[in-house]
């Protein structure tokens, strides 16, 4: 009898001893990851990066089971993290918006919001349709708070499919439909609007491409999946803008879709039951109903300094190559303009200027590339510098901390200050322009 107490005692003792070791492993595991998100959230906050600056994954602890799929899932790196064993934001600002994490959660413990409590983002008001305030108006892409290509091509598609199902069946205009902007959300839109044999036409006031067609030829657009209406899965990675723009002309091509281009809309006006959309080239056009996705960057933010108007100031970077031994100047702290400055460093003597003491907004593989630069000493950064004059062979820096100017030797000069929404031509429009201070974007 003493024997199989023994016994007992010595099975039942080595499977609580295995199961205190386990338990033991997973909770120093667990204190492990949570110091090292709370020291990369006190770093991500020292360096400006944890607040987020567009749409941006928001994690409810309460539903959360700590799989940890969230942090698996997300393309981009150090955007998410485990404390106490549960998903945590980390570098908010870094999150571009796959909407990985979103998908990958097991049991839909994320939204994608857009702006914070004490940051807001402006964006038109538009219902779950994707019609705005304006009945007949709808929105897509950029402009709504989806700038990612992947999210653009969706909402394009899902904006026509909602659209098809309330379009009248009689009217007066003379289209069904007229796609605003021919970016990833206005070509989505065109192909699925050719699915449905609508009568509509497709306007854009720059290129094919829209947004895309104004990145550097080498820039990488696309590193995710996307699902191409009339074409199927495209599974290009690390995709050039090359690339990308001649997958779409080949399928609108394919599709009989012609984009007209260099055609800008100037003004929208309701005439009874339809729309008259007035362009650049002196032409009214009517319509049942209007798609906009023309992007929140159509026209790019000037500086408004003393010599802007010179000739060699530009807002666009289209072939790097080609300008050589050159001493360039490369305004901004986004993606755009570290990623313009580090191309055109290869060829020519430059300078990035950026108004904060560090680069918050920007891709962790940029931020990267950007600190091996400068230690190689292949281009100058002058934190905390405003331009204060443009001159024909110099640009006058003033340092926002001491006031002091610095005159910079110059023959180019780039300048990415982002874009202007759109605001008066919406407004025009009667479109209802709101602020959004951590609105959900996407919910399951």
């Known amino acids: 009898m003493t024997d199989i107490w023994l016994e007992k005692i010595i099975i039942y003792g080595g499977v609580f001893l295995i199961i205190a070791i386990v338990l033991s492993i997973y909770i120093l595991k667990l ?25 941006h994954p ?7 089971i700590k799989s940890g799929a969230c942090v698996s899932a997300c393309p981009e790196t150090d955007v998410l993290g485990i404390s106490n064993g549960r998903g945590t934001v ?27 409590e004490t940051r807001g983002v402006d964006l038109p008001h538009v219902s779950q349709t994707f019609e705005t305030n304006v009945k007949g108006i709808f929105i897509a892409g950029e402009l709504g708070g989806m700038g990612l290509i992947k999210n653009a091509v969706e909402q394009g598609r899902q904006a026509i499919e909602n659209l098809v199902a309330h379009l009248p069946k009689k009217h007066d205009a003379t289209y069904d439909i007229i796609i605003i902007g ?61 690339e990308l723009l001649n997958l779409w002309t080949s399928v609108l ?6 984009i007209r281009e260099k055609t800008k809309v100037e003004a929208i006006e309701k005439e009874g039951d339809h729309f008259k959309v007035t362009s650049s080239k002196n032409e009214s056009l009517t319509t049942a109903r209007i798609l906009l996705a023309i992007g929140r960057r159509g026209t790019p933010r000037k500086l408004g300094v003393p010599g802007e108007n010179l000739e ?81 062979e110099q640009v006058i820096l003033k340092n926002s901390k001491t006031n002091e100017e610095e005159a910079i030797p110059n023959d180019l000069i780039f300048i990415f200050a982002g874009g202007e929404l759109p605001t008066e031509f919406l407004k025009k429009t009667g479109i209802t322009i709101t602020r959004k201070f951590g609105d959900v974007m996407m919910k399951h």
């Open 182 to 242: 021919a970016g990833p959300a206005g070509i989505s839109a065109s192909l699925t609007a050719k699915k449905h044999q609508l009568n509509f036409v497709t306007l854009e006031q720059d290129s094919l491409g829209g947004a895309v067609f104004t990145y550097p030829r080498a820039k990488v657009v696309m590193t995710a999946p996307m699902d191409l209406p009339l074409h199927g899965k495209v599974k290009l990675s690390n995709t050039s803008k090359a």
């Open 312 to 392: 060699k100031v530009r807002y666009r970077l289209l072939d790097p190559e080609i300008i050589q031994n050159k001493r360039v100047m490369v305004v901004g702290g986004g993606d755009s303009a570290v990623e313009s400055a580090m191309m055109l460093s290869e060829q020519n003597d430059v300078t990035l200027s950026y108004r904060s003491g560090n680069f918050n907004r920007i891709k962790p593989g940029n931020a990267t590339k950007l600190e091996a630069a400068v230690a190689g000493q292949k281009l100058t950064v002058k934190y905390l510098t405003n331009v204060a004059e443009i001159q024909a």
């Open 90 to 116: 980390i570098n908010a600002s870094h999150c571009i918006g796959h909407g990985a994490c979103f998908h990958a959660c097991p049991v839909e413990a994320i939204t994608l919001n857009i702006g914070t």
């Open 58 to 64: 928001v994690i409810h602890i309460n539903k959360c």
């Open 253 to 258: 091509t394919k599709n009989t879709i012609t």
């Open 31 to 55: 204190r492990r990851e949570t110091r090292r998100s709370e020291s990369r959230i006190a770093a991500a906050k020292e360096k400006g990066l944890y607040e987020p600056v567009s749409l």
